[in-house]
């Protein structure tokens, strides 16, 4: 009996002093935060992360909250990503010069429509003047970004599905492919849309191994792109990053599929 109530004691002493720790942290906590009285909006609290109620750890120590208890300026932690991506897209297109890729307007014009009439109505994540961004990469002097790569993924897609026979080796594609580490490398609405659209090229061509692995790094960096508040707060640009999630959705289930069935 003796030796239970000295057992029962230690546990309670344990308590007792956890307790303690948790609460001086607590004080440390309220401190800092009577420095600031005044309630933190959080910003485009308007917009909900998809499909999720709650946060994670990681998501809520980088809110705007956290920085300003830490002293740092609200927008601190997407600063720090913003400049690690563009230092290294800075890098990886230092020495990269522009390539001339001359294309008749005739076969852009035929590309496209195809596109639009085969792909974009089951994948609508393209804005509503496309078209005109289309046109006007296809006549310049083309530089790796991901804008570039975008218009010539469309082109390649386009050009399988005017003529899903042809054994030629797409001019197009082998362009765009030349961008893929800054796709890769940037978090943006157009790298994931650039993703998708290697993805459904690589469905056409009856490969939907590499097609699922494509589509896996876009749904990686779509997610990415909303955990970290780097999808802006435009409208437009909203309605297409959540067409693209739902785009991607699909396209991964499609894949899965076809997948399982080869």
Known sequence: MILLLRQLLRVASRI???????????????????????????????????????????????????MVVLELEPDFSQNLIRLERINFLTGSTSGTDARLFFVPHQQAVTVLAAFSERIHIYYPILASDFSEEYFRVLSEPLTPSCQS??????????????????????????????SLPLVVAECSLVSVQCLVFL??????????CQAHDYCLVASFKIQNLFKSGLQGTDPDVLELTHRAYWAILLLERQVACTNRHS
């Open 16 to 66: 007792e002093s956890e307790l303690e720790v948790v609460n001086q942290r607590l004080d440390y906590i309220t401190s800092l935060l009577e420095k600031h009285p005044g309630p933190v909006q959080e910003p485009h609290e308007d917009v909900a992360a998809l499909s999720s109620h709650e946060d994670s750890p990681f998501r809520l120590l980088a809110t705007s909250s956290i």
């Open 149 to 178: 790569c975008l218009v010539l993924l469309v082109a390649a897609i386009g050009c399988v599905a005017h003529d899903p026979t042809s054994d030629r080796e797409n001019p197009f594609f082998t362009a765009a492919l030349s």
């Open 199 to 208: 993805s459904i090229h690589y469905a056409c061509l009856l490969k939907p």
